[in-house]
Every structure is written in C-alpha cells, then in structure tokens.
C-alpha cells in the first residue's frame, strides 16, 4: 500500500512541479519579459550579435577588454567555467604576471598599477563586466586608437556605469559589450571589419 | 570591512529576520491545517492528489510507519531520477541532442537530488536535457525539500504532543509544504528572476556573431533553457543544484545585484522562519526566537571573517603591480572566480550564506578564495548545517544541539536535562548523539580514504596543502547535504561519484531516523510543568551555551583536519 502511495503521489508531483510549474513560469515569462527570457539578446543590422548579460572576447586595441575567461575557448557561453586556481597555486601568479605585462604593453604610456578585476578570471568565464576602474584604466589606449579625445572616452565611461541597485546593493559596473557598441556610435558607425 | 559592507549585511539579516514571524506564522497554520486565506484556492488540487494516490490525510502514523513512508518515497526518488538521467537521449525536451548521463554520474545525481544535497559532479548545460532539468532534478528541488519540512514538523510535534503515540502523516506534511509553502514562493521568485535577466526558454542553444571579429571568434553559442524555474526552488528548498555549469555565478542563472540579493535571501528564508513556526507550534514563540538568534550570531561571526579576508585580497598578487584596494570605482580584494556585478561582499555574503544552509550553490568559485575566506565556508559547513541550515533538516540538525547543550547543562547542575517540558532520558540522548556523531564519521573516513589511494588524489587540481583542503571540502560538503565544492577537485569520476554518493546517502537517512525516532519517544512522554530548577531554554544565557555548544562540537571534531588545509595554507603563505 505505502509503495503504491509513494510512486502514485511521486508521479502526480513530477506532473505539477517538473513539466506544470515550469510550463507555467515559462508562459507568464513570455507574455510578461519575452526579451530576457529568451537571454537579453541584442539586434544590429538584423544580425544577432550577442547577449547583454554574456561577456565577449574582444582583442581590437580600440575596443575595451573584458576580463580574463577561463572558459575554452574564451567566453565560451556553451560552457561556462572559473579558473578554480587557488589563491597560492603558482599558476595564477603566472597567469596574473602575463596579463599585467599584455595590458602594459598595449598602453607603455600608462604607469597606473592595473585594477585587479582586469586580471583575474571571473567565476563565469562569462562575466559582462568590469570594474569603472578597470574601464578607466583602457580609456587612454582607446582613445589613442580610435583617435578621439580620452576626455570624450572618460565621458562615455561614466555614463555607461551601473552604480548599486538603490545605492546600496552589489558593486558598480560597466557592461563591456555595451560600452564598446556605444563607442561605435558615437564615431561614425563604424563596424570593426577589415 | 568598508562601510557599503556593513550596510549590504545589516540590510541582508534585517530583511531576513523581519520575515520570519510572517512567514514562520502561515507556515504553522498550514500544518495546523488551519484556512490560509487565499491559499485555500488550492485546497481542491490537495484533495485531488491524495484522491488518486489512495492517501487517507488523516490517519496518523507512529515514527517508524512516518519514516517507511519517508524512505519508501525517497527510493521512488532515487530510481526515477536515475533513469531519466539514463534515458534521456530518446526523451522528449532535448533540443541540444545530449547523450544518456553516465551510470556513475547519474547513481551521483540520483543521491545527491534525492537526498537535497544537489552536489554536482556534472556541467549542466553540457550533459542534462531540459526534461532531466525538469521533471528530474527540478522535482527533487520540490519533494527533497518538502521531506525535510516534514520530518522537522513532525520532530515539533513529538515535543508539543503529550502521551501520544503518533506525529503526524508525512503524506500530508509533504503534499503540503510543497503545494501551499514552497510552490506559491517558487512562481513569483521565478517571475521576478527573470525580469533582471535571468533565462526561461524551451528554445536550445542560440548562435551569435561577436562584435570583434579580431578577437579571432566567429561566432559565440550561449546555452539557454528554462533556467529561472529551477533556481527559484534550488535557492527557497535549499538545494543548490544550478541549471548551468558555475550555477549563480552565471550571468543567465544570477543576472543582476537585485536578482542576487533575492537569491541569498531566499537561501535562508525558510529555513529562518521555521525558528518561529517551531515556537508558534510548541506554544512558546520564545523558544524559536532563542534558536534564531543563536544561528544569527553565529552567521554574522562568520561573514565578517568571510568578508574580511576576501576584502584583503592575494598577497601574492599585490606584488605584480595591481591595484586592489577597495575603492568606489572598484571591489577590489581577492577577485579571481569573482563576478564584477557581485564583487567581494555579495561573494562572501553568499559564501557564507550557502554553507550555513545546505544550500550549496554558488555565486563565486570557492575554490579560489583565500584561505581564511574558504576555511569561513568549510567550517560553516562541518558545523553540521545547522546554523539556519536545510528547510526543515537545519533545525531538526539544531534541535539535536538544542539537546545536547540542555544535557550538558544538566550535568552541570545534577538534574534530570528537560527540554520544552519533556524530560530527555537515555533513549533520547543516545539518538541525538547518533545524529550528531554519524556526520563526522562519514566525513572524515572519507576524506582518509580519498587522500590515501591513488584514485582519490587523482583529480586534486591544486598542489599542496590547497590539495587536501579540495578534498575535505568535497566530503565536508557531501556529509552534510550541502553541494557546494572548491570545485578544482575532478570529481565527476567513478570514485568520487560513488564515495560521494554513499557519503551524502548516510548523511541524510542516518541522521533523519534517530530524529524521527527521537520525535516519536518525545510524543510518548508526560508533560513536565517547569520548577525552579528548570533551565529557562529562551534567554541570553542558554543561547550563549547554544553557541557554544554548536561552535565546540565542531571545533574538537574538525580543526586537526583544517590545520592540515587551509590553516596550513593561511600560514605558509604569511611567510
């Protein structure tokens, strides 16, 4: 009798919480946020080109740069992945040593120490963000390649920053992929293809 | 700790407490079987589903008929979550063509959702079907939670009841956390996640073009699935389990600082307001205002550690020349495995959070915090889930300690230990030890055995002392339901799912029997009206020596085994 209970009642909450609940969110989700349910995704030129919430990997000096991903590879958004090094594995102090002297090298004229968010992965591998620190510290290479003023840059950094939910929750951030589309516009649009 | 530190915590154990009586009140009439206002619209659906499973709701049930029914339900769980995971290639709602889970994988999972641990040994985006999502592991979020409610209310029952031979039909208590408690919460969170951002899609993975094409990507694929349903339960049930791979550090699982701050209050929200509904139910509201308490000071203890030592960042980085100082144009501290929206406090918040319940999921790598911020978490974890802890097995975690520290107060004095107007004979204590010595054991003689044969130092990612502190992490958190792991540590092979999974199998049936066993012996007794003698169970002073006690237990039990890790760790790297 307790086993006939337990499968009958087992299967009937499979039913209302494993395929109705879902079933039901989903369908509030559609009518209510269809463009974050179905992941933020932004349009241009009826090209699809990413997520507001996804990170991508950007290498174009007049571009601003992510963090590092430890994902495979780069912001692999299929897989996502921390680095999982523990803070005294000599990897990461390698891995960290290697990022500051690339930043270092992309900009020899700024002798500003390197914000730590810039150089070291994020959780996700994916993270859309760096730090208003991070997003300062690349204005001066950006504007030198995209030949614009860095107060222009400086400028557009602001107002790209997320400061805390009601001033009080999480940290103040810049969406990467926003700023670099941003940055786009404000030049004569022009796609980075060549 | 900077001064936003001190303002996000306040704001984080404010809301929290403030909800408990609200929350911990409905909570007791929905076992008291009282009307619930406009929750009764889905009194026809209970009826409906007693109707055609053949349970009579009122016929009451001795401990050991509750705790066959427990474990006959649990062992339809386990069979049904393992074949789903192994059929799941030529099932329905699998747009990503994903192959059957392994047997090793899939016996893991089965325990570990069974059991509310939600240990993952897997990536979710690359191996689970939305129908495994969903009707397996989703379900498991519901119905390991409910249980767990269960067994706690029918513990408050042995100790509110008087010369009574039953506790209560766990048919009911289960139907019924899961329809009026966890359901209701489960819908508006999962709405309001994904208003920030989080995904709820039946669509598989999308294809994109990346803005900068010299980045040498042509196109970027993003997982996507129905995401915000399952982490609206794996957070208020406490299980863990995320949809995707780095659970909520991903953006489409945790998208903005509001859907983070939901998610870490919803980790605990239960759980606290059970406190209430514990001294509602005993007729006493002092007597779980007492028990929250206790587990507050100790959350708050540990979070400052937590926060603190993150917020100090890696030394051996600050020698590179990077700037890490917290500022109000950055979190600073130690950020690798950290997400920027989240930065160090909501981190180590949620750190802190997730270990004390055995909710185990994740917003930042555990892995790669510092070795005091990681030793917050692992010590957090072998207090025994029991500062807030699980929905339901938390408090009955707590309520073990609760007796344990009235025995030792008695020993103290020279009289009979009485708790809630019952007295505790040696019955009584033999089945709170168990409870309390079985998680111990399991964790250490794992953790042995692991470190000493060639297939469990194998996976160990990390060199040295960081190593081992993988590996007592892993059973740690397996031993205690939690879920969470420094997860460097490849664990997602046939030792390790199968020492996990007996592990995390022992944690929960052999501490659930002695507490049910417990309940019903303390439903048996007479109620003993207080005397002068009696040790007052709701004020400063017994919440002191509940603290105490908790802190003890663990402290003898654990710290030669963290001296080993990330003590070990601490200190080499101050040299």
New interface residues.
């Given amino acids: ?10 299967a ?3 039913v ?4 109705v ?2 079933l ?3 369908g ?3 009518v ?2 269809p463009h ?6 932004i349009t241009s030129s009826r ?14 000096p007049r ?1 601003f740069w992510g ?1 590092p991903s430890a994902t495979s ?18 990897d ?2 390698k891995a ?2 290697e990022r ?1 002297a690339a930043l270092r090298a992309a900009d020899p004229w700024n002798a ?6 810039l ?16 997003a ?1 510290y690349q204005a001066g290479r950006v504007a030198r390649a995209r030949g614009i003023t860095e107060k222009t840059v400086r400028a557009l950094i602001v107002r790209s920053t997320e400061g ?2 009601f001033g ?6 810049v969406n990467v ?1 926003k700023l ?2 941003a940055l ?1 516009l404000i030049q004569h649009p022009r796609p ?3 | 700790m900077t001064p936003n530190a001190w303002i996000q915590i306040g704001l984080y154990v404010a809301v929290l407490l403030l909800s408990a009586k609200p929350l911990g009140a409905y909570m007791a009439r929905v076992f008291e079987n009282r009307p619930l206002g406009p929750m009764n619209v889905l009194r026809p659906l209970e009826r409906l589903l007693y109707r055609i499973a053949g349970i009579d709701p009122e016929r009451e049930m001795g401990w050991k008929a509750y705790a066959g029914a427990m474990l006959v339900f649990s062992a339809v769980g386990l069979v049904f979550v393992y074949a789903l995971q192994r059929l799941q290639h030529v099932l329905p709602f699998n747009p990503d063509h994903l192959g059957p889970v392994s047997p090793d994988s899939s016996f893991n999972t089965s325990i570990s959702f069974v059991t509310n641990t939600n240990w993952q040994g897997y990536g979710g985006e690359t191996t689970m079907s939305y129908l495994s999502q969903m009707a397996a592991l989703t379900v498991q979020n519901f119905v390991s939670a409910a249980a767990g409610i269960a067994m706690l209310i029918a513990l408050i029952r042995g100790f509110a009841r008087r010369s009574a031979s039953t506790i209560g039909n766990f048919w009911s208590d289960m139907v019924r956390s899961t329809l009026y408690i966890l359901l209701p919460l489960s819908i508006v969170l999962a709405i309001v996640l994904v208003s920030q951002g989080v995904v709820q899609t039946f669509a598989g993975h999308v294809t994109v073009t990346p803005l900068d094409p010299s980045a040498g990507q042509a196109t970027q694929t993003l997982a996507l699935g129905p995401a915000a349903s399952q982490i609206a339960i794996k957070q208020l049930g406490t299980n863990g389990g995320g949809f995707f791979n780095v659970n909520s550090a991903h953006p489409f699982e945790n998208a903005t600082p509001l859907s983070n701050f939901l998610q870490v209050l919803s980790i605990l929200l239960i759980a606290g307001a059970l406190c209430y509904t514990f001294g509602r139910m005993v007729g006493d509201t002092r007597q779980g205002w007492a028990i929250l308490a206790a587990m507050t000071v100790i959350l708050i203890g540990f979070l400052i550690v937590a926060v603190t030592s993150e917020q100090a960042g890696n030394p051996a980085l600050r020698r590179l020349g990077v700037d890490d100082a917290p500022s109000a144009l950055q979190a600073g501290g130690n950020m690798e495995g950290k997400e920027t929206r989240f930065g160090i406090i909501n981190s180590a918040l949620w750190a802190s959070t997730t270990t004390a319940a055995s909710n185990g999921s994740v917003n930042a790598m555990h892995d790669s915090f510092t070795p005091l911020g990681g030793l917050a978490a692992m010590l957090l974890l072998q207090l025994g889930e029991v500062v807030f802890g699980g929905v339901g097995s938390g408090l009955y975690g707590m309520l073990l300690l609760v007796i344990i520290a009235v025995f030792l107060a008695g020993l103290m004095v020279g009289r009979t230990p009485e708790y809630l107007g019952k007295k505790l004979d040696a019955y009584d204590m033999k089945m709170a030890s168990l409870g309390i010595l079985v998680m111990p054991l399991v964790v250490l003689v794992g953790t042995a055995v692991a470190v000493s044969t060639a297939a469990g130092r194998a996976t160990i990612f990390n060199p040295g002392t960081h190593g081992f502190s993988e590996v007592l992490y892993a059973f740690s958190s397996a031993g205690n339901n939690n879920g969470s792991a420094f997860a460097g540590l490849g664990a997602n092979n046939p030792f390790y799912n199968t020492a996990l999974g007996l592990v995390m199998f022992a944690a929960r049936f052999w501490i659930a029997i002695p507490v049910l066993a417990l309940a019903g012996s303390l439903a048996r007794k007479k109620h003993v009206p207080p005397s002068a003698g009696t040790l007052p169970t709701h004020g400063v002073t017994f919440v002191t020596l509940l603290i105490g006690v908790v802190l003890l237990v663990a402290a003898l039990t654990f710290v030669p085994a963290l001296a080993l890790g990330p003590i070990a760790e601490h200190l080499t790297a101050l040299r």
Avoid at chain 1, 36 to 41: N, P, Y
Avoid at chain 1, 47 to 60: A, H, L, N, R, T
Avoid at chain 1, 168 to 173: D, V
């Fill in positions: 009798m307790v086993w006939r209970n337990a499968i009958v009642l087992y009937a909450l499979t209302l919480t494993g395929i609940y879902p039901v969110v989903t509030i989700a559609d209510v946020f974050e349910a179905k992941g933020s995704l090209k699809v080109i990413g997520s507001e919430q996804i990170g991508q990997q950007f290498s174009d571009y963090r590879p780069a912001y692999d958004g299929a897989a996502s992945s921390g680095s999982n090094l523990g803070p005294n594995h000599p990461l102090a960290v040593q500051v500003a120490a390197v914000p730590i968010d150089v070291t992965a994020s959780g996700s591998g994916l993270d859309p963000d760096v730090s208003p620190a991070g300062l805390r939910t009080i929750l999480g940290e103040p951030h992929l670099n589309l786009d980075a293809e060549e």
